[in-house]
């Protein structure tokens, strides 16, 4: 049985939230992977784009698993009798997460094998399970295993001299069944076969011997078919795949620490080992077999799932990149290019004329690209500073921040190391950007930096006329990442301003996260961990106080997650005071909405589809003001308290509207993607019986096109 390092212990403080007030977050994130997969069974979906939501909801099931159940798994050794916020213990919650995730995944599969598949093979779609092998094709295959995949394998036979091998986390491997007698005379049982990451996971047919347009074999596939060749004279009586997931939640001591960059290199390696917490199997594999997996991972029964099919279904996403059928496909979508800089006017000159507003994935992130490179490259642009949290393996953005550096600028970059996944990525940025002779700091231990801010700094004349020359800042903040790929996929939005004020707070912000300064005082924006909290709550009983006086209130606030205990205390209290209050909450939210007597005038909805629902927008109606703002902060502990997160006001009064429109109302309108949170948690799809059919992300294309 495997050893894992020791850990500290991690303890949950007990809740101290009333009974009955607050929804599971475990349970609320499974409720939105449901959703996922429910655009997986829509018809009206493409069905390469089906298959990709069925990949999707695995993705988010291997996250979930190595963060979510590993650290509730830790409280329930660690703290037998403590509770989660909703007032359940850590066994309850344990148990109704292993059933439902358990619902989940037989429902995911059924929907892959019962429906998709079939309906793939209508269009020419095609995989080939070695059952159905006829014999050309069986010689196709047989060689293709001898000539790429045979020669990387090691099989590894299980005995006093060969103990079970150290398995990576979520590394495809088999557990093969042998009799017979090897050629030292000894005993042959069985044998782990690892897949090394370097292999095929889906190999293209040539369509002269599939009989298909698109034929596929899976590595699984081929080693069913072939595991033979590696154990020669020996009796394989049978193959089965099997994944182990592990806990991936990185801990770096707050106390010991004395260079991140360096405590994380030597962490990062740990990752692929740490405590096992699922093993999925194959459905076929005999009880015994799943009994000794289950030993040597030091798992139960209720950490078991039997698949019927591919134990990693994330590889699937590469189909649709791999079948050229259009018309099983979103329609392609070409970011709109932004009207403010259609005109010809220099990028600086309309900035310092205006706001410009940027609606992703509607609009082009290529404005923001277009301005940093514009940065690098001006004489005029004396220093660049920005907020890096996850912005892929190839980067435009830093590349751009390196050429200003080549080109003599001072540019400061505050790059989050503890991006969850994206830490060695982060590493390596940071290791080139210091060659490059910029400044890169890791932010502030204890909080990760999550907000999204650039700021440049520019010498321009002082007026007109003037022979003197002035510094001006010019700022962009962003509810996203600085991440090219992610733009197209992911709905935020962008402000690119010289408002000197909101360009001060951007400077205060950066001292704070470069420097050592005491609390600063900003004009306009909201930080964390110092005030968005306390702005939330002071304008959500603004509007209760408005309501209690007889005068319109109205709360509308879109995110990703809601979760934070005093905020949703808020919520319930303004309700009762009559204030109506509609949230769009594409993930998991622990507040119950529509419970008489605390929350009946309290809407929560989610969208779910094309892309990925991430604005952060937040509005009051403030007595007719009409507050709004933007952010890169969910309504979470985390966010609020232990990261660094700004909010950030939309002032202009044409992108004021722009923004409830696009990132609010269209959403409340939707009847087509939308799904409407019932009071215990469960969620009901808007159908739109009787009515136009509204989707909010058609409509915003539409309006972008």
Known sequence: ?????????????????????????????????????????????????????????????????????????????????????????????????????????????????DVLFPLLEREGVFFHMTTVWNDAQRDWARDFFVREIGPVLTPIALDPAHPFPRVSNKSLNFVVELSGKDAFGREADLAIV??????????????????????????????????????????????????????????????????????LQGELPTRHYGDAVRLEVAAETPPALTRR????????????????????????????????????????????????????????????????????????????????????NDPDVVAIKQTVYRTGNDSLVMEALMTAVRNGKDVTVVLELLARFDEETNINWAERLESAGAHVIYGVVGHKCHAKMLLIVRREPAGPKSKQTKLRRYVHLGTGNY????????????????????????????????????????????????????????????????????????????????????????????????????????????????VPGMSENITVRSIVGRFLEHHRVNYFLAGGTELLYLSSADWMDRNLFRRVEVAFPILDKTLKTRVIQEGLLVHLRDNGSAWVMQPDGSYVQQTGKGKERRVSQMELLGMFA
């Open 1 to 113: 049985m495997e050893k894992s390092p020791h850990r500290p212990k991690k303890v949950m403080p007990m809740s101290t939230t009333p009974p009955g007030t607050l929804l599971n977050r475990e349970l609320g994130i499974l409720e939105f992977n449901s959703r996922v997969l429910a655009q997986a069974a829509d018809p009206a979906v493409p069905l390469l784009e089906r298959l990709k939501f069925i990949c999707i909801v695995s993705s988010n099931l291997d996250e979930f698993f190595e963060i979510r159940m590993a650290g509730l798994k830790e409280q329930m050794r660690d703290n037998p009798s403590g509770l989660t916020p909703d007032g359940l213990s850590f066994q309850q919650t344990y148990q109704s997460i292993t059933e439902r995730t358990q619902r989940l995944v037989a429902a995911q599969y059924a929907m892959l094998q």
């Open 194 to 263: 690892q897949a090394p990451r370097a292999l095929p996971r889906v190999v293209r047919m040539p369509q002269s011997l599939s009989g298909y347009p698109y034929g596929f074999v899976l590595l699984s596939s081929f080693m069913q078919g072939f595991v033979h060749e590696l154990f020669p004279a020996i009796e394989v009586d049978g193959c089965y795949q099997f994944r182990v997931t592990r806990n991936s939640d990185l801990f770096v001591s707050e106390d010991e620490i004395t260079d991140l960059r360096e405590a």
């Open 293 to 376: 997996l289950l030993t040597e991972f030091a798992l139960g029964e209720q950490d078991l799932y039997r698949v019927s099919g591919p134990v990693n279904l994330v590889r699937l996403m590469s189909i649709p990149d791999m079948v050229d059928r259009p018309a099983l496909k979103y329609p392609p979508h070409v970011p709109a290019a932004v009207k403010a800089f259609s005109g010809g006017t220099p990028m600086f000159d309309v900035i310092r004329q205006r706001d410009v507003l940027l609606h992703h994935p509607y609009e082009s992130f290529s404005s923001v690209l277009d301005l940093l490179q514009l940065a690098a």
């Open 483 to 594: 991440h090219p790929r992610t733009a197209r996929l992911y709905t935020d939005f962008g402000l690119l301003t010289a408002n000197e004020e909101v360009c001060e707070d951007v400077h205060h912000v950066f001292q704070l996260l470069t420097g050592t300064a005491g609390s600063i005082k900003l004009k306009h924006l909201w930080q964390s961990p110092f005030t968005m909290q306390s702005n939330l709550v002071e304008h959500i009983r603004a509007e209760a106080r408005n309501a209690r006086a007889g005068k319109p209130a109205r709360i509308i606030a879109k995110m990703n997650a809601l979760l934070e205990p005093s905020v949703i205390e808020e919520l319930y209290k303004a309700s009762r005071a009559g204030v109506q209050i509609d949230l769009i909450v594409r993930g998991v939210c622990a507040l119950r909405p529509g």
